[in-house]
């Protein structure tokens, strides 16, 4: 839709005892309502300026708009220096290659970072500068403003500019670290937050490979089979091994020292974790996107985390790894896998964004701790009290500010065809030095999808305060010891590490100002106080120890933090324990019983690089802690015993029960966790035990299944022989899937299970010979080309001739008009890209990059040519019950809305959440435009002139695996993959392919917009 926007002036006005707050805004024309809350005890609305920009939020806050747009546009990230100005990063060339110059707002000189500032007081900005002007910015994602320092992650790096004298320009460029994929991509490189331990923290999207060297001489390497997304993501894979022996894969929370030294990886496998928030104590807290609709989460993240995105080596989608009867919220994130750290709470559709986690005392009691994130998806900030759960956290959800009233039951806005309050996108939440929250706001009608719909560049910027205070961003003076303390205590959080450098450099002179800080009513303050001591020499680390006896839990996890950030770890060439770590080994020894599971949690994090023989007892005491139930408590189990598996597991067989059928859940969890070779014949007596429920001999065979030995491979082709069919169906699962990845080399697979073909496929194989035999006569090879072009099989197999370019353009043409009419829709699909009626103009051919894919969310768009057809249909009135039986007709063959349907293409039953009516028909009618990530249709040809057309779900050494159209995967071995290609053309036909009316795609919206 094309917005007309102007500049109009309102006064600040209060109507019906809500506060009506307006400035001089850009904004479509609309008539300015304010409507009363219907909760006003709970929930009031602020309007400035427009209805677009009415914000929903608690009735003790209000909002006003700070900033907006000319002085600055596009907002991606933002922080909040000392002086309480807000640094912004922009992306008005975002994806230059898909949204063309001459279709929006342009700056060919480069990406800028702006410096916003409220410089009389008045609770909104009035001052705006351009800080840089950068050719090599091309789209940040990230700032982060360190005293004179700037830090801007923008992939291929974190790129540093210093102010050396103070005139808001940058007197110096460095880079702090490159080598980061996702070149002008969302799965990127996101902001770098300063930790309460002088550490700098960020994270990176899965848009690989990232091989980065820090400044030690140290080289990170991950990957993934994901390529795609922009056109410079295109060499990617997954099982590389980094300087530390380790594997890590897809997204990664990553910690550098801030000299740029000591890079580690803090946790991994996410998808496009968009930004780390820091609290006091030191916890990480991320949200992450999804591949459909139903799966965006919120996580609190363990040190050294798997997150389970891809599979453990980042050769497999999570699609590659779906289990039969495994749900999609499962699956994509390998909820069922050992190994995997708990998913969090799971937000279902959307597009997260900005973090963070408040402590500030300005918005009151009540909303100290609040963990936020930004839902530019759903047009909301999530809200949570994250609540202390055994060795993790729960994740209470509630949805605290939003354009959509919660307490408004009956608006669908999905049903809407024009909405601007949809056009809220928070792109990022911050705290100020005042202690107010600032929303960024990219304001657009789409989100991501490496699209962008509004041509102006406009954004927004809120700030949110207590209703009725004024609040002003205090004047820090880091010359004093009392102005250290204020910045140590600043609610914004990259300010606090100009107080604890300042501090740092003071040493013991500062030990009792910094200890007196341990009485604070601010549970943060204390936390920031024991990270503080234990960087003020003797003394201070002294009185860190003490605090591992505190009462409180959470104190007792700082000082363990604290203690390990001023611990050297072992040498990147040494792996053996430096003398601070065998000094600090006791202390943990001493902990390694505490009655909180989250304190022995810390522990065994802490002794995840120590040889077994060092921490022998500390593991063991560890385990003795497990109820049988945490699975936080479960993983962190698993990140301590890391390579030390079978070590522990024969310290603890004596202490088990002999017969396997009499382990209890937490010892047959343990062992499914630790999973190690030489528990492999108890696990199949467990598996093989008719006393144990079918979830026991489940949890045995899934156990199997991940330990990569020989004998575990027999024990599992054993099993396909059971006289039980639920153990028969799952071990052959599991040797069908293994064969392709872990376990293709430990058996001769095609003489202990071999695959055999059909009977129409060896047939058709049989015809394809005789075309490619140079002997044969045109007539006899017409005569074949034209059965196979009416049958499935042999259709895909044409396709792959035609692709491999071994079918004679006379035989193209003969045989086009009865392929294009072939019963297999995936053969038709495909077969328009090589064959043509003669009247018709010839489709373009495939490429071998990826197509653009979701990023944020995926979100398609109108092509010139059917935005008329999509704009009469939304007009039309819809029959749900008649969308009901459009649904089964036509898409249930590959797609699922709640009960019905297949996981073959993305899930329907959330998509009211995501797309507005346009929105919808746009995918349907225009299925090609806005292909979702992972849902790029691949062309496997072999060496034997096999055909395989679908989603590419697994990519390793040993095997590729395609998912085809009707959910069957093919795994074919690496060796025998004649040629691979990647389409821009989806699998999903348009309407006109499948006889679909006007009428039937309104009723097909009306039932997958229902709520």
């Known amino acids: 839709m094309k917005i007309t926007f102007s500049e109009s002036l309102f006064p600040v006005v209060l109507v019906a005892g809500f506060l009506t707050v307006a400035t001089p805004v850009v904004q479509p024309k609309l008539t300015t309502t304010v409507v009363p809350s219907a909760e006003p005890s709970r929930q009031h609305s602020v309007v400035v300026g427009d209805d677009s920009s009415r914000l929903y939020l608690p009735d003790d806050l209000e909002a006003t708009l700070w900033a907006e747009s000319p002085m600055f546009y596009n907002p991606t990230n933002m922080d909040i220096d000392a002086r309480g100005r807000v640094w912004v990063t922009e992306a008005v060339n975002y994806r230059k290659f898909n949204n063309k110059a001459d279709q929006r707002l342009n700056h060919p000189e480069g990406e ?41 992650s923008c992939a291929p790096s974190l790129v540093v500019y210093t102010d050396e004298n103070g005139d808001d320009k940058p007197d110096r460029k460095e880079v702090l670290l490159t080598g980061f994929g996702g070149l002008d991509h969302d799965h990127a490189l996101h902001a770098l937050v300063a930790g309460p331990d002088g550490k700098y923290y960020f994270n990176t999207g899965n848009a690989g490979p990232h091989v980065v060297t820090d400044k030690d001489g140290w080289t990170l390497r991950s990957g993934s089979l994901y390529v795609g997304g922009t056109p410079y993501n295109k060499i990617n894979h997954g099982n590389q091994v980094s300087d530390d022996g380790r594997v890590w894969v897809g997204g990664l929370a990553l910690r550098i020292n801030p000299d740029g030294s000591g890079l580690k990886v803090m946790g991994h496998n996410f998808r496009n974790n968009y930004e780390t928030a820091l609290d006091s104590y030191g916890n990480m807290w991320q949200n992450d996107n999804d591949d459909q609709v139903v799966a965006c989460r919120t996580s609190w993240l363990m040190e050294g985390g798997n997150a389970g995105y891809f599979s453990s080596d980042g050769t497999r989608y999570w699609q590659g790894d779906q289990r039969p009867d495994q749900s999609i919220q499962t699956a994509h994130w390998h909820q069922d896998d050992p190994g995997v750290m708990p998913v969090g709470d799971i937000t279902g559709a959307g597009s997260p964004t900005g973090v963070v986690v408040y402590e500030g005392d300005e918005l009151g009691p009540a909303y100290r701790g609040m963990l936020l994130s930004a839902e530019a998806g759903r047009n909301v900030i999530f809200s949570y009290k994250p609540d202390i759960w055994g060795a993790g956290y729960r994740l209470p959800r509630t949805d605290f500010i939003s354009t959509f009233p919660k307490v408004d039951e009956n608006y669908k806005w999905n049903d809407k065809t024009s909405d601007t309050r949809k056009w809220f996108r928070p792109s990022d939440i911050a705290v100020g030095t005042d202690g107010a929250l600032y929303i960024a706001d990219w304001y657009d009608p789409v989100v991501g999808g490496h699209q962008m719909q509004d041509q102006q560049g406009y954004g927004r910027i809120y700030r949110i305060t207590p209703r009725g205070r004024r609040l002003r961003a205090p004047r820090l003076d880091l010359r004093t010891t009392q102005g250290q303390i204020a910045a140590l205590l600043s609610p914004a959080v990259n300010v606090r590490v100009l107080g604890f450098e300042a501090l740092k450099q003071q040493g013991d002179d500062v030990i009792e100002p910094v200890k007196a800080l341990l009485s604070s009513g601010n549970p943060y303050h204390r936390a920031r106080a024991i990270f503080m001591m234990a960087h003020l020499g003797s003394e201070g680390q002294f009185e860190v120890e003490r605090l591992l006896k505190a009462a409180d839990a959470p104190m007792r996890i700082a000082a363990i933090r604290a203690l390990r950030s001023i611990t050297p770890e072992n040498s990147r060439s040494n792996p053996g324990l430096t003398t601070s770590q065998r000094a600090l080994l006791p202390l943990l020894g001493n902990l390694a019983l505490d009655p909180s599971a989250a304190v022995r949690r810390e522990v065994a994090i802490a002794i995840r690089d120590v040889p077994y023989t060092d921490c022998r007892f500390i593991l063991l005491n560890l385990v003795k802690g497990y109820d049988g139930q945490d699975r936080y ?26 017969d396997p059928t009499r382990w209890d859940q937490r010892v047959a969890s343990l062992v499914w966790e630790l999973h190690p070779a030489s528990a492999v014949p108890l696990l199949k007596k467990r598996a093989e035990a008719q006393t144990l429920t079918a979830d026991a001999r489940r949890q045995a065979i899934t156990a199997l299944g991940f330990i990569n030995d020989k004998s575990a491979a027999l024990t599992m082709v054993e099993l ?22 872990d376990w293709a080399s430990l058996l001769n697979w095609d003489e202990v299970m071999p695959v055999k073909q059909s009977a129409d496929e060896q047939k058709m194989l049989a015809k394809r010979q005789i075309l490619l035999d140079e002997y044969r006569s045109d007539a006899e090879k017409r005569k074949v080309a034209m059965e196979m072009a009416r049958t499935a099989a042999g259709g895909q197999i044409l396709v792959g001739l035609a692709a491999d370019k071994k079918l004679p353009d006379n035989l193209r043409t003969y045989v086009a008009d009865a392929i294009l009419k072939n019963p297999d829709q995936s053969v038709r699909t495909m077969a328009k890209e090589y064959f043509s009626r003669r009247s018709a103009p010839k489709p373009a051919a495939p490429v071998e990059t990826a197509s653009p894919v979701s990023s944020v969310a995926s979100a398609p768009s109108a092509s010139p040519a059917s935005s008329e057809s999509i704009t009469q249909i ?72 096999q055909t395989y057309y679908g989603f590419l779900v697994s990519d390793g050494e040993q095997s590729v695996v395609v998912k085809g159209v009707t959910g069957q995967k093919h795994t074919v071995p690496t060796d025998q993959v004649y040629s691979r290609r990647q389409y821009k053309t989806s699998l999903m036909p348009d309407p006109k392919a499948m006889g679909l009316s006007g009428q039937q795609l309104a009723d097909l919206t009306a039932f997958l917009l229902r709520q």
């Open 112 to 152: 800028r970072v702006i410096i916003l500032e409220d410089t009389n007081g008045d609770g909104k900005a009035d001052a705006s500068k351009v800080f840089v002007t950068d050719p090599d910015l091309v789209s940040p994602l990230g700032i982060a403003i360190i005293g004179n320092k700037v830090i801007v």
């Open 633 to 658: 408590y479960l993983h962190a189990l698993g990140i301590a015993a890391g390579g030390k598996e079978e070590a522990l597991f024969a310290d603890l067989r004596p202490t088990l029960p002999q």
């Open 720 to 741: 396909t022989k059971s006289p039980e069919k639920d153990v028969a169906d799952q071990a052959r699962y599991w040797t069908g899937f293994r064969r392709g990845n």
């Open 874 to 945: 939304a007009m039309l009135t819809g029959d749900a019950r008649s969308g009901l039986t459009v649904f089964k007709n036509n898409c249930s063959t590959c797609h699922r809305y709640k009960q019905q349907g297949n996981d073959v293409g993305p899930e329907l039953t959330q998509i009211h959440q995501k797309f507005d009516k346009n929105a919808l028909l746009d995918a349907i009618v225009n299925p090609s435009a806005g292909i979702a990530f992972g849902y790029e249709p691949w062309l496997i040809t072999t060496k034997k002139g």
